[in-house]
């Protein structure tokens, strides 16, 4: 049963940003084409950053695009964790209905109610089966959120004493171990992607389970890793929210404009 937390006094929209790497660094990665107008070929002499020829010149491989990690080896049980690759078909989640005056720009608006986090693993979701036209109609939200300092209410949630296997993103910032404490909602953002981008959570991450807003479901492989033991593969904590006090995200039309940034509509 997910941890109860209250949710900071007022009525809070966040407007989502477009998901790009630099602005979603700090919580993990974003996996796409940097150059999709690029047509493979042997001939091309000036490859983009981290690409090299592949498969005799027909392809372009591009290196480390994510890092996995696995910090199994130091939870509690003992379970060591093993890969695992598990597909989820997300449809479209039901939205409230947005203001009269936000009708030509917004589908709705979606409440935020859980957030989860993998203490021990990272978690990365693939969207599939999109045709280049669907991508931009296929549209999911990013929601996450960094840690509090550690509190008597977190202290039933384990994390990581020492580092597993794999390294970089999710290890936390400047290479420590995830650690305890509960989501800071004054801190939460939320990101747009589109089904050409796939996502990876870093370890440790507070985020919202996977939220699609296109037009049709979308159908994700979700890589991660996973010993079976339920409080060590993931962490889930509910808002307790009230017409005072809620959280929701402002989930434009597709192809309307967005912000560069995530801004806050307040309503104390």
């Not at 983009?48 to 199994?72: E, F, I, R």
Request: charged share 15%; hydrophobic share 35%; proline share 9%.
């Amino acid at each position: 049963m997910p941890l109860k937390i209250d949710t900071p006094r007022g009525n809070t929209t966040l407007e989502p940003s477009r998901l790009c790497q630099n602005t979603f660094a700090p919580f993990g990665t974003v996996i796409e084409n940097p150059a999709p107008s690029l047509i493979p070929s042997s001939s091309i002499q000036q490859l983009p950053p981290d690409a090299v020829h592949a498969n005799q010149g027909s392809a372009l491989k591009y290196l480390d695009v994510t890092q996995m990690v696995d910090l199994y080896a130091s939870a509690p049980s003992g379970k060591p964790g093993k890969a695992v690759m598990n597909m989820f078909v997300c449809a479209h989640r039901s939205l409230l209905s947005p203001a009269a005056e936000s009708q030509a720009t917004l589908l709705g608006n979606f409440p935020i109610n859980i957030l989860e986090r993998h203490p021990y693993t990272t978690q990365t979701f693939i969207p599939l089966g999109l045709s280049p036209s669907e991508t931009r109609q296929a549209r999911y939200l990013v929601i996450v959120a960094p840690s509090l300092e550690p509190s008597p209410r977190d202290e039933s949630f384990p994390v990581p004493s020492h580092r597993g296997s794999g390294s970089g993103i999710g290890i936390g910032i400047g290479g420590s171990l995830p650690g305890r404490g509960l989501p800071d909602l004054t801190k939460i953002k939320a990101f747009i992607a589109n089904g050409a981008q796939a996502v990876t959570y870093g370890a440790g991450t507070w985020h919202a389970p996977m939220v699609a807003v296109g037009s049709k479901a979308i159908d994700f492989v979700v890589v991660q890793f996973a010993n079976g033991e339920t409080i060590e593969d993931c962490q889930e904590v509910e808002l307790e929210t009230s017409h005072e006090s809620n959280l929701t995200v402002a989930v434009p039309i597709a192809g309307s404009d967005q912000n560069g940034g995530v801004v806050e509509r307040s309503m104390l």
